[in-house]
């Protein structure tokens, strides 16, 4: 039995916790990842002006730098996108699930999803905008002013009305551009749950309308989101394919580069979703699991 449940309002803590908390053990492997690629180029690095020495402090600067900033850009960035979740929600509506048995998601309805990931994502680009914006124009001008940097001279003549383009333009584009793409993963989402399988979750009832998700199974929730970001990829892959061949890159090499580009990205995908929800399922009796109000 299928029911349409709307997502009214996510517990702050719980999300912003698990979010950071898988973040950083995201950054963490990963930065085990370039410690080991560096570990294999080593012997070439040593060999010129960088030693032993110098590599293994980059190595123990890296696991230490990346999951500490990976926690505390995603606290930040996960606080902000709940928050602004649980505002806007009685203005736009919630995001809406159709759950299976109230476990598995069988189709998201496009506009409510769309519209909800557009605007926070506007919002939080309109912020970082109010800082970066000034800072950069700022930047430009010096560098129009100095003359060390050649073609910016016509970017540094913008001032004023260069700040407003990246305050007011950069998150109009950026409203635009996220609900074209939201709208596209929620559509071949539900094209493909019924004929793959949707993102399952295990949830329990606390009170009334307050549910947690104990559980994500790992295999579900990183096929179809792999499959569906893999698709997105070859769409704006041969997009871009075209304006590489009008640009005078021969097809079959332009072909061959989304290809491989296409294969990698399933595969990275995959993995990157299954160690996601597979941390999930690890951290959520010890740190607590995220909590959701459906109605």
Known sequence: MS??????????????????SISAVMGFLYAIVLVVIMGIAGTSLSQGNLGAGTIATLALAMILALPTASFL?????????????????????????????????????????????????????????????PLFMSLIQS????????????FGALGILGILIMVIGV????????????????????????KIGGIQFEFALLSEKLHEIRSIPVVKFAVILTVVGTILIFIFGILGMALSIAAGTSASSAVLDLL????INFVIGFVIYAIAAALYNFLAPKIGTVKLELE
């Not at 979740?85 to 506009?111: M, T």
Request: glycine share 4%; net charge neutral.
């Open 3 to 20: 029911d349409l449940k709307e997502i009214r309002s996510i517990r702050v803590v719980p999300f912003t916790l698990m979010s950071s």
């Open 73 to 133: 850009i995603t606290t930040l960035q996960s606080f902000l996108e709940t928050v602004l979740y649980n505002i806007f929600v009685p203005r736009l509506g919630g995001i809406k699930l159709e759950l299976e048995d109230l476990k598995e998601v069988k189709s998201v309805p496009v506009v409510p999803f769309a519209l909800m990931v557009s605007s926070i994502a506007t919002v939080l680009i309109f912020l970082v905008m109010l800082i970066l914006g």
């Open 143 to 154: 560098a129009a002013l100095s003359g060390r940097i050649p073609g910016v001279e016509s």
């Open 171 to 194: 998150p109009i584009l950026t409203f635009v551009v996220v609900f074209i793409v939201s709208a596209l993963a929620a559509i071949f989402y539900n094209l493909l749950a019924p």
């Open 260 to 263: 491989i580009n296409v294969a």
